[in-house]
């Protein structure tokens, strides 16, 4: 059928309103930033864990209170310095998650790693996990005051006890808070599905 | 309170060839807090009031459909998250019992295991729950130590409740490889008659700190001079 | 030219809007024993399931009431219904009235507890995980929160059914059915509200056995109805804890099952299929003849004395070709002939004094130890177990009744005008529950009325 100049013109149109509707209702990527919409500069919502205040150091030295993390997207898992079962490959998740995000997601997001052992993992202890475990600049580890983890793993949802030879048992659960500190998703135990965190970092 | 003598434990989780837990003497309270007692700590502490409370320090079941107006004190606070339970002892320069201080006191010579205790503990699972009524303080059991309604009451909280590493029944836990728990005391149960402690334990585990329940209260304790 | 180009352009927004539209649906659940509809799409889609736990007393047999843990309110749980190939989002909610933490493993997902770890949740809470339904075939679900055994035997079990790609074939009736028992402090038949009893549970002595969380799910009113003709499926499930079931339905041969539950219609012409605890099986056959068929476990003394009993009519032309009036009662009592007697019941302590007191104590007797043959309104089972509503045979000598309640009864007896020759094994009642029961009947379906006593069964008994 040989299209008519009229004719071509109407096709060209179905086409372009097929297209705007497909591109309106498929795929609509959600809306990184709904999270915190309502918030205001220095305000956190109830549900951010920034609603802590506890005090914690980093592998510097550095005295460092959570909410100093705002504005960033994190990844942050518990571990111990010493720990070989499952913290090495904690460490080895989060590596590979920072290694998949797209350039601009790695400089959104950071990755931090609060230790269960507050009598040890001093920050000479956590600079020795950076070096073995080859942690990148976009790595914060934190070692803190008893209650302060305890409070933490308790709003996380992770589990541990530490044993009687000094090791501690622990669950294992990668946790993305948004830049406001809300937690916007988990997955325990290892072998992390890069796709879902990369989908909720705004590129 | 309770004075509770230093003593060794061994508590379910124990595998068989680890040392006893040292119980270092320590005080109890008699009782489990009453919402009377929870009242006149809002009324000193108004940030704890319900809407004060930021969402990660209590879920919305705060405080629903408690009675908070002081006419009995004998109706046993529930609906608190553990952060407002510990905030609650720490007012009153206490602390939540940890959680093999608390077992250690709750099956005490095992009396917790007796046939017919172990029968009535059983029986309050299967009881149905009246949302609106409050359970009365005094009308569980009383421990061979004069400690009341740590069975067949509520559900308590204890400061270390995340230290519970059970999920399921056999599935993550006796698996040493398992994905979800690093180190080895993953629950494996000494006595599995001992149902009414496997429950407690697998409650404990299902628990986030900023949770409330119908049926989870505590009371708190102290260190002994 | 226009109309052309009107209708282009209407298909052009019509196929942009279903190309990419809602590619997800909600799953229809349905309780027992009632099944999901057949899926009558093509291909794959998102599903979500929602279900709800709840802890809540309700009826196990006749005047016994027990604190079930459910899902969905039911025992079982309702049942869930996907294609092989579907994406599930699963959400599990914990109704704030529950004591306990709940979860759900479900015996259709690959991975790590079946979503057992994934789904623990607290009472108030809820818990969401996915699954892709790789396998097709029927799984059972269940919780598997610590002790599992126990949140079992509390009646948390259901059935999943992946369908294959293509669907299974058409047939006129399915339904849902799944044996589970209940351990009880109290024995069979004990009045009030039964607490679960841990010990009975872990030697595997049930006091009941039954089909869809109670005795009398499927007898009376709730018996399940077919017309002749009709080609029908059961979905089968065991949820345990302990028993595995011989399942059998009296009357019938299942023409094609899918053995375990799993996908190929690997046997044909069963009588008795085995459905292991927490397994399931999948049966169908034809309805060629009318009549009552009863659902059974073929451990017979499940049956008749623990509640695993249920009904299955089928109503419309006789086919005296394929069924001319052969009795059915030799299934029943396995080796027929002998007299069978079953052990008495201990004395109740409470006895009946007055007419109305016998009256109320008769039924639920009657209920629990006759129901079984002679049917909850008296009418019997043509050919099979004699009628008590309106009986002649019953009515004009109460003498007789109580002496085959004594004894038993074997030998032709010819009630209402029609002709019964089956075996009626003793009872081993006392004095007190035959006086009752008795006194109910004769009071109930039009009979003659009147009162039998304990003395009067006591006459009867020693004068023999």
Redesign the interface.
């Known amino acids: 059928m040989i299209l008519t100049k009229y004719a071509r013109g109407w096709l060209r149109l179905s086409i372009a309103i097929f297209l705007a509707v497909i591109s309106l209702y498929c795929g609509k990527p959600k809306d990184p930033h709904a999270d915190h919409a309502a918030m205001a500069a220095g305000q956190v919502s109830g549900a951010s864990l920034y609603q802590f205040h506890d005090k914690f150091t980093d592998q510097n030295g550095k005295e460092l209170m959570l909410h100093e993390l705002s504005g960033k997207y994190v990844v942050v898992a518990m571990f111990y310095a010493t720990c070989t079962a499952i913290c090495p490959r904690i460490a080895a998740e989060m590596l590979r998650l920072e290694k998949n995000l797209s350039a601009s997601q790695r400089a959104r997001t950071r990755f931090v790693m609060i230790s269960l052992d507050h009598e040890r993992d001093n920050p000479a202890a956590l600079r020795k996990f950076i070096d073995k475990m080859r942690l990148t600049d976009s790595f914060t580890l934190l070692s803190g005051k008893s209650e302060s983890i305890r409070e933490v793993a308790a709003a996380l949802g992770i589990n541990y006890k530490k044993l009687d030879n000094g090791e501690y048992s622990h669950s294992s659960l990668f946790t993305l808070l948004s830049p406001g500190g809300e937690i916007i998703l988990q997955h325990a135990g290892l072998s992390v599905s890069v796709e879902n965190f990369k989908a909720k970092i705004e590129p | 309170m309770v004075l509770i003598p230093s003593n060794s434990f061994r508590p379910f989780d124990l595998k068989k060839e680890?040392?006893p837990v040292f119980i270092k003497k320590f005080l109890i309270d008699t009782y489990p807090i009453s919402t009377a007692d929870f009242a006149a700590f809002i009324a000193k502490h108004p940030q704890w009031k319900k809407e004060n409370?930021?969402?990660?320090?209590a879920?919305t079941?705060y405080l629903k459909n408690v009675d908070l107006s002081p006419r009995q004190n004998n109706i046993v606070m529930t609906q608190v998250s553990?952060?407002a339970a510990r905030a609650y002892c720490a007012a009153e320069g206490k602390r939540l019992p940890t959680l093999y201080e608390w077992e250690y006191v709750a099956t005490f010579n095992k009396w917790d295991a007796r046939p017919q205790t172990n029968?009535r503990i059983?029986?309050?699972?299967?009881?149905?729950?009246?949302?609106h009524e409050g359970a009365l303080i005094g009308s569980g059991l009383v421990s061979p130590q004069g400690v009341h309604d740590l069975h067949g009451l509520i559900?308590e909280w204890v400061?270390?409740?995340?230290?519970?590493?059970?999920?399921?029944?056999?599935?993550?836990d006796t698996d040493s490889e398992s994905?979800?728990?690093?180190?080895?005391?993953?629950?494996s149960?000494s006595d599995?008659?001992n149902?009414a402690t496997?429950?407690r334990?697998?409650?404990r585990?299902?628990?986030?700190?900023?949770?409330?329940?119908?049926?989870l209260g505590f009371r708190c304790a102290k260190e002994a001079k | 030219m226009d109309l052309k180009i009107f209708y282009s352009l209407g298909l052009a927004i019509a196929l942009s809007v279903t190309a990419c539209g809602v590619k997800e649906e909600k799953a229809i659940l349905a309780h027992a024993p009632e099944v999901p509809p057949q899926l009558n799409r093509s291909g794959n889609t998102k599903v979500i399931v929602e279900l709800e736990t709840k802890e809540l007393k309700g009826r196990l047999a006749d005047g016994v009431e027990y604190t079930f843990w459910t899902f969905g309110g039911t025992v079982p749980g309702p049942m869930i219904r996907v294609r092989e190939g579907d994406d599930v989002e699963f959400t599990l909610s914990n109704h704030p009235t529950s004591k306990m933490p709940h979860n759900i493993d479900l015996h259709a997902v690959t991975g790590p507890g079946g979503g057992a770890a994934a789904s623990l949740t607290s009472p108030g809470h809820s818990s969401k995980f996915s699954f892709k339904a790789i396998n097709a075939g029927l799984y059972v679900y269940h919780c598997a929160t610590a002790p599992v055994g126990m949140h079992i035997a509390n009646g948390m079990y259901g059935l999943i059914l992946v369908e294959p790609k293509d669907g299974l074939s058409k047939v006129d009736k399915e339904f849902y059915v799944m044996q589970s028992e209940f351990y009880t402090k109290g024995k069979n038949g004990e009045t009030g509200l039964q607490p679960f009893d841990m010990n009975k549970a872990l030697d595997e002595k049930p006091d009941y056995v039954v089909f869809n969380g109670s005795v009398g799910s499927m007898t009376g009113d709730k018996a399940l109805k077919t017309k002749v003709g009709d080609k029908v499926r059961f979905f089968v499930g065991n949820g345990g804890p302990n028993l595995v079931s011989s399942f059998h339905v009296i009357g019938e041969i299942f023409d094609h099952v899918y053995t375990e539950g799993g996908t190929e219609k690997n046997q044909k012409n069963v009588q008795t299929t085995l459905v292991p605890a927490g397994g399931s099986a999948i049966v169908e056959f034809k309805m060629d003849v009318p009549g009552n068929y009863v659902i059974v476990d073929h451990s017979i003394f499940r049956t008749f004395n623990k509640g695993a009993l249920g009904l299955l009519k089928a109503e419309g032309e006789a086919n005296t070709k394929i069924y001319s009036g052969k009795q059915a009662d030799t299934v029943y009592l396995g080796e027929g002939g002998a007299t069978q007697t079953i052990p008495a019941e201990k004395d109740k302590k409470v006895a009946a004094k007055t007419k109305e007191e016998r009256i109320a104590e008769g039924k639920r007797i009657y209920g629990t130890t006759c129901q079984a043959c002679h049917m909850n309104e008296g009418q019997g089972v043509p050919k099979a177990f004699p009628p008590l509503a309106k009986s002649d045979y019953l009515n004009a000598d109460k003498k007789r009744a109580i002496k085959i309640l004594l004894e038993g009864k074997t030998g032709a007896i010819t009630v209402n005008k029609e002709k019964y020759d089956s075996v009626m094994p003793a009872l081993g009642l006392s004095d007190e529950d035959i006086a009752s029961v008795l006194t109910y009947v004769l009071n109930t379906w039009g009979n003659s009325g009147g009162e039998v006593t304990p003395g009067d069964v006591a006459g009867q008994r020693s004068a023999h």
């Open positions: 680890q040392k409370v930021p969402a990660i320090k879920d079941g553990w952060y029968e059983l029986s309050w699972f299967g009881k149905p729950n009246a949302m559900w400061d270390d409740f995340n230290s519970s590493t059970v999920t399921g029944d056999s599935r993550a994905n979800l728990f690093c180190g080895a005391t993953t629950l149960g599995l008659r149902y496997y429950m334990y697998g409650m585990s299902s628990l986030k700190g900023n949770y409330t329940g119908h049926n």
